[in-house]
């Protein structure tokens, strides 16, 4: 089955300075990889998603890349703010239907220092 | 977006006794709902595929003994913790797929279970 591996497990960054967090998977049939922030006790929230048929996906101050071949994605977070601190998870999915499961990574906790 | 709702948020019970745990999709159907369980700092992890009209699939080490799974409409799913015991505490939550042509995944509220 899928395995998706995230890094790093905490970054702290000062408020206004960029954060990247990356994943690896291991199914090259997975084509479908969001990102999710959850914020302590609460259900993840969708941030940003990328499908394999693009290699790069911008959203305001959130980015995310794509590289099919070495089977990696990143999370790029620019001119971070308090906010943003807390925990992101990316995901891998074998398709983009109803009944395809997501395979989480284990998480990075992000803290926005002032 | 779409909106899954889960109930109850909370829930403390005694070792030894069941718990229900429900999760409805409010603005679609899901032929699909998945149940994962979150350990304090720690990932999702996939507990169960819930089918509706048929069994569910669980992943590798999970009982489906103990943590049954009832879909019996296309809004409504249920996961009973049966037999609790305080290695069950943990936080479960269920998401749903938005239909075929909708990829995005929504998450119940997720339910705090307590076993004491």
């Known amino acids: 089955g899928e395995n998706v591996e995230q890094h790093p497990s905490t970054l702290s960054v000062q408020e206004g300075d960029s954060a990247v967090i990356k994943c690896t998977y291991s199914?090259?049939?997975?084509?479908?990889f969001p990102w999710y922030k959850q914020e302590l006790g609460k259900r993840p929230q969708l941030i940003i998603d990328?499908?394999?048929?693009?290699g790069e996906k911008k959203d305001q101050r959130i980015a995310v890349t794509l590289n099919k071949t070495a089977k990696h994605f990143s999370l790029h977070i620019t001119e971070t703010q308090p906010e943003d601190s807390a925990v992101y998870f990316c995901?891998?999915?074998?398709?983009?239907?109803?009944?395809?499961?997501?395979?989480f990574g284990t998480g990075t906790q992000l803290k926005v220092e002032l | 977006g779409a909106v899954v709702s889960q109930h109850p948020s909370w829930v403390i019970c005694k070792s030894g006794t069941s718990v229900k745990i429900e999760c409805r999709s409010l603005d679609f159907q899901a032929t699909t709902m998945f149940w994962y369980r979150q350990f304090p700092k720690q990932s999702l992890m996939l507990m169960a595929t819930?089918?509706?009209?048929?069994?569910?699939?669980?992943e590798q080490g999970v009982e489906k003994d103990k943590f049954l799974i009832n879909h019996a409409s296309l809004t409504l799913s249920t996961l009973t913790v049966t037999s609790a015991h305080p290695e069950d505490s943990s936080f479960y939550i269920c998401?749903?797929?938005?239909?075929?042509?909708?990829?995005?995944?929504?998450f119940g509220q997720g339910t705090r279970l307590t076993v004491v």
């Open positions: 995901a891998a999915s074998r398709g983009t239907g109803g009944g395809n499961k997501l395979t």
């Open positions: 998401s749903a797929r938005g239909g075929s042509a909708n990829t995005e995944a929504f």
């Open positions: 199914d090259s049939a997975s084509n479908y």
């Open positions: 990328i499908r394999s048929n693009v």
């Open positions: 819930s089918n509706e009209g048929s069994k569910a699939t669980y």
